[in-house]
């Protein structure tokens, strides 16, 4: 980032400070970590992808430390209930009454952890909550914290005893994050890094701690609400995502909320790079987090090794892009 633009930018100097204080504990990873923010800051969840071992937990739990977020870790299993992540009413027998039992989806940050080994009936249980931060128990609305945010992480390779998301599930994720390997050089630090003595329990040792207080998020969030969006690139999001019901490949198409949520990802990003206006590079750099897992491709593409990664690309080269 350029430093005339971070300076006195209060969404660019958190950005920086983020990155820096999580770079304490994540070797690289800046891609997915600077998606993480956009989502935390535009009040979206987060579905995060990668093989097992490649730090997706410990950065939800550094970016948590870094904005002094309540994190809660629910492992997801196939005789997970839904009463064991939203609670329950239990009777006591002192009082002769009935009192809630908090589940863990009381919480700012939430992880669920294999989210696609839990049935459909627990997955449904974070609807609610996801979209309209409140749950339903026994006909009692709970409301939940106003900053609550679901990270769920998933394998990309394992599919025995999992059950895939469906597709109202997957739209309520604001972003999908791809997690990939380390680098051969970032790998060889983290090896150095363990030699020295790291541990991934102990983030404060480390010096992961808290950057950012309320009053700073409050001057982000007023910074990110200042962004300006000419209608010519409004135009482009709307191109974009209406040529994903176009494509050859593409069964589904991406909705009209993929481009609420391209908009909205695109300002904030505008906003951590210190300007106060979207330019398309922001749109095309959101584009693949916010509409990979919107498409439902169609059965030969899945057969040629298309990706909607792929389908995503193809569609960017194919609308004008706005000067």
């Known amino acids: 980032m350029a430093q005339d633009r971070t300076a006195g930018n209060p969404a660019a100097e958190l950005a920086g400070l983020i990155e820096e204080t999580m770079g304490r504990a994540i070797v690289g990873q800046r891609r997915a970590i600077q998606e993480m923010l956009v989502a935390v800051l535009a009040n979206g969840h987060v579905l995060v992808e990668g093989v097992p071992g490649v730090a997706k937990t410990l950065m939800i739990r550094a970016l948590a430390a870094c904005?002094?977020?309540?994190?809660?870790?629910?492992?997801?299993?196939?005789?997970?209930?839904?009463?064991?992540?939203?609670?329950?009413?239990?009777?006591?027998?002192?009082?002769?009454?009935?009192?809630?039992?908090?589940?863990p989806i009381f919480t700012e940050f939430l992880l669920a952890d294999e989210i696609n080994r839990a049935p459909a009936k627990t997955q449904s249980a974070l609807l609610e909550g996801m979209q309209e931060r409140q749950v339903s128990i026994d006909g009692v609305t709970h409301p939940l914290p106003h900053d609550f945010t679901v990270f769920a992480t998933q394998n990309p390779v394992e599919f025995e005893g999992t059950y895939p998301l469906p597709e109202a599930q997957l739209d309520r994720f604001m972003l999908k994050v791809i997690v990939?390997?380390?680098?051969?050089?970032?790998?060889?630090?983290?090896?150095?890094?363990?030699?020295?003595?790291?541990?991934?329990?102990?983030l404060d040792e480390a010096g992961v701690e808290r950057v950012a207080n309320e009053t700073a998020l409050r001057a982000c969030r007023a910074a990110i609400a200042a962004v300006r969006v000419e209608d010519e690139v409004i135009g482009y999001i709307s191109s974009i995502t209406r040529s994903t019901r176009e494509d050859p490949g593409v069964m589904l198409g991406c909705s009209p909320r993929a481009s609420v949520m391209l908009l909205q990802s695109a300002t904030v990003l505008a906003a951590l790079q210190g300007r106060d206006y979207v330019i398309p590079d922001d749109v095309k750099r959101m584009a693949p987090p916010v509409l990979r897992h919107?498409?439902?491709?169609?059965?030969?593409?899945?057969?040629?090794?298309?990706?909607?990664?792929?389908?995503?690309?193809?569609?960017?080269?194919?609308?004008?892009?706005?000067?």
């Open 294 to 323: 919107r498409m439902i491709l169609r059965p030969e593409a899945d057969i040629e090794g298309i990706t909607p990664d792929d389908i995503i690309a193809r569609v960017l080269g194919s609308v004008e892009v706005p000067r």
């Open 180 to 202: 990939d390997y380390p680098t051969g050089d970032e790998e060889d630090m983290i090896l150095r890094r363990h030699r020295e003595g790291f541990d991934a329990m102990q």
């Open 67 to 103: 904005l002094g977020r309540e994190f809660t870790r629910v492992q997801m299993t196939p005789d997970l209930m839904p009463s064991d992540i939203i609670g329950t009413y239990v009777y006591d027998t002192a009082t002769a009454d009935f009192h809630l039992r908090k589940g």
